[in-house]
């Protein structure tokens, strides 16, 4: 009997999920002044400071629209790049400024993701809300955006 609990145990422990490993405090702090300094590069439309958060190759940037927002004939998921939103932000004379809500964000001090619902705001007002993740890798000149998906919502 006992030998048939000690497998049952055992099976059991097995199927639990593995834990997270823990978050890398620094790391995390260190995210979230990018973020920080995102949402500072579009108010002051600085597109060279928006494009040095990202890595400059090989990284990626998708536009995901929802059911709301779909146009009939165009992809619902569309692949685009920092630069174009670096220099759209750069080059505007709207007033912009996008705000973060629910802000998420997990490092183990290697890579890093960023997780958030946003307004995206033209002259006072939204002209997007949504989700967005990024994906970040920490590089020798610093944290560096790899990846970005957001939702046009």
Known sequence: MFRLIAVALLCAVLHLPAARAQDNAQAVAEIDAVVHAFQAAIV??????LEALFLPADNSWLTVASEA??????PRVRASNYRDFARFVGTTKAKVEERFYNVRIFSNGSIGTVYFDFDFIENDKVVNKGSESWHLVKTEQGW??????????
Do not use: T
């Open 144 to 153: 560096k955006i790899s990846s970005m998906v957001f939702s046009l919502g």
């Open 69 to 74: 927002r779909r146009v009939e004939g165009r």
């Open 44 to 49: 002051a439309r600085d597109q060279a400071g």
